[in-house]
C-alpha cells in the first residue's frame, strides 16, 4: 500500500510541478480516486472474496465556452485527462495458492456533464488505455490464474458520476463504473476481468468555476460536408485459437507438460478488407453499412483441434474450413474534430469454420457464432487526403477474437 501512496503523490507532485510552469495552467484540474471494484464473473476457481481497491491520479483539462471550437460546445465542455492506475487485484481472496497482482494502467479518460448547477454536475465518463500486469498464468506455479495471461493489455472502463462543486475550485463526487482488462486474444487463457463497483474522487481546479459561464453558452454552427461518405480499409491482427487451447493444454493432466504446450502455441495472423458506406448527417455523426471480408490463417490447425475436441464424424459432416468470411454490418462513426469511434455490429452471409456454433459454444468457444462486432478509435489526416489510421477490436457476443490496428482513406 505505500507503494501505491508514494506512485500517486509522485505523479500529482509532477503534475503541480507542470501546471505551475504553465502560463495556461487556469484551464487544468487535478484529481484523486479510490474505487472499490467486484468481479462480476464469481464462479472463478477457488474464489470466496471477490472485491478489490483501485487507486488513481489525473490530470485533466476543462475546455471553457471562451474556446471557439465546436465540438467541445457540442459535447458539453468535457473534461479530457490523463490518468495512472492501480488496481490492487492482491484484494482479491482464494482457498488455494493463486496469486493476483497489482495492475498498473495508463489511460486517457473523457468526462461529459449531461446537467450542471451551482451545487451539482451529473454526466458519464469513458476511459481508454494499456495496463501492465506482472503476475501471469503458470500452469505449474499459479495454474488457477487464468484471466490475465499477458504482460500488456487492454483497458476500458465508462460510467456514471454525480459531483458536488465545494466553492469554485473544489470538487467532491461520485462514480458508478464498469472495468474491463483484457489482452484481445494475444495470448490465453484470457478469461479477462469485468468488475463493477462505486468511487469517490476529489478535485481541485486551478481556475474559478462558474456554472452559469457554461450553461449560458452559445451554440456555433459549423460548416461540414453533409452526403455520403466512403471508406476503404485494411486490417492485420493476431489471435490465439481457443480450439487449440481447449485441445491440447485444457486436456493435458500434467502441470509440467501443460506448460511446455501452452510455449509453442503461437498467435496466427488474421487479416480485414472493408468497404463503408455511410452517410453524414451531422457534425459528430454519420451512419451507414460496411462489408467485410475476413482472412483467418489457422484453418488446418483448427481441423486438427476439431477433430480431437469433438471426433471425425462432426468435422467430416460440418460445412468445411475456408479462411474467407463475409460479413455485413451496420456502421456508426462519432466524431471529434479528426477522431472517430467507429462502432460496426454485424452478421456473416457466408462463414464456414468448423463444426457448428452451438456446440464450439459449448467448449467456451464464442468465435464461431453467427454474428460480431467491431469497436475502436480511428484518426483521420486532413492534410493526407483523409488517410487514417485506426485501433480497434474484433468481438464475438463481446468475447474478444483479435486487436486489430488498420488503415485505410475516406473518399
Known amino acids: 500500500m505505500r507503494k501505491i501512496i508514494i506512485v500517486l503523490l509522485s505523479v500529482m507532485s509532477l503534475s503541480l510541478t507542470a501546471v505551475a510552469q504553465n502560463k495556461k495552467g487556469s484551464n487544468l484540474t487535478i484529481s484523486a480516486n479510490g474505487w472499490y471494484g467486484y468481479d462480476i464473473e464469481r464462479t472463478r476457481p477457488n474464489l470466496k472474496c471477490a472485491g478489490y481497491m483501485t487507486y ?67 454526466g ?33 472502463g465508462g460510467g456514471a458520476f454525480a459531483k458536488a462543486h465545494l466553492g469554485k475550485r473544489w470538487e467532491l463526487g461520485t462514480l458508478v463504473m464498469f472495468r474491463h ?43 461540414f460536408k453533409r452526403g455520403m461518405q466512403y471508406v476503404i480499409s485494411f486490417g492485420a ?27 509453442t502455441l ?4 488474421k487479416f480485414s478488407l472493408s468497404g ?59 466524431y471529434w474534430r479528426n477522431f472517430a469511434i467507429h462502432i460496426a455490429i454485424g452478421a456473416y452471409p457466408y462463414r464456414h469454420k468448423g463444426v457448428n456454433g452451438e456446440l464450439a459454444k459449448e467448449a467456451g468457444d464464442r468465435e464461431r457464432g453467427w ?9 483521420y489526416i486532413p492534410k493526407a487526403h483523409n488517410l487514417f489510421f485506426g485501433f480497434g477490436i474484433k468481438s464475438h457476443s463481446i468475447k474478444a477474437e483479435y486487436l486489430e490496428f488498420s488503415t485505410g482513406i475516406r473518399l
Open 276 to 334: 463503408e458506406f455511410m452517410y453524414r448527417y451531422a457534425p459528430r455523426y454519420a451512419t451507414g453499412l460496411g462489408i467485410d471480408l475476413f482472412y483467418s490463417s489457422n484453418m488446418k490447425e483448427l481441423e486438427a483441434a476439431d477433430r480431437i475436441l469433438y471426433g471425425d464424424d462432426a468435422v467430416d459432416n460440418c460445412p468445411g474450413y475456408n479462411p474467407l468470411s463475409i460479413g455485413i454490418a451496420v456502421v456508426q462513426e462519432v
Open 266 to 269: 503461437k498467435a496466427h495472423p
Open 237 to 263: 491482427g493476431a489471435h490465439t485459437c481457443m480450439a487449440e487451447w481447449n485441445a491440447y493444454v485444457e486436456k493435458e493432466p500434467n502441470p509440467e507438460k501443460k506448460q511446455e504446450i501452452s510455449k
Open 56 to 122: 488513481e491520479a489525473s490530470v485533466g483539462f476543462q475546455s471553457h465556452p471562451n474556446d471557439s471550437n465546436y465540438y467541445s460546445r457540442a459535447y458539453g465542455f468535457p473534461l479530457l485527462s490523463v490518468g495512472f492506475q492501480v488496481a490492487n487485484m492482491g484484494d482479491f481472496k482464494f482457498t488455494d495458492n493463486t496469486k493476483f497482482p497489482c495492475l498498473y494502467s495508463l489511460y486517457g479518460a473523457f468526462e461529459r456533464s449531461l446537467y450542471r448547477s451551482k451545487y451539482v454536475s451529473l
Open 124 to 156: 458519464y465518463q469513458l476511459e481508454f488505455g494499456i495496463t501492465y500486469n506482472p503476475e501471469r498464468y503458470d500452469p505449474v506455479n499459479n495454474p488457477n490464474n487464468n484471466w490475465l495471461s499477458s504482460p500488456i493489455m487492454a483497458y476500458f
Open 371 to 379: 454474428h460480431y462486432e467491431k469497436a475502436g478509435l480511428r484518426y
Open 181 to 223: 482488462y483484457s489482452n484481445g486474444r494475444l495470448a490465453l487463457p484470457n478469461e479477462a476481468l469485468n468488475a463493477i463497483g462505486v468511487g469517490l474522487f476529489a478535485r481541485y481546479r486551478l481556475s474559478d468555476y462558474d456554472y452559469r459561464t457554461y450553461k449560458n453558452a452559445g451554440r456555433i454552427t459549423p460548416d
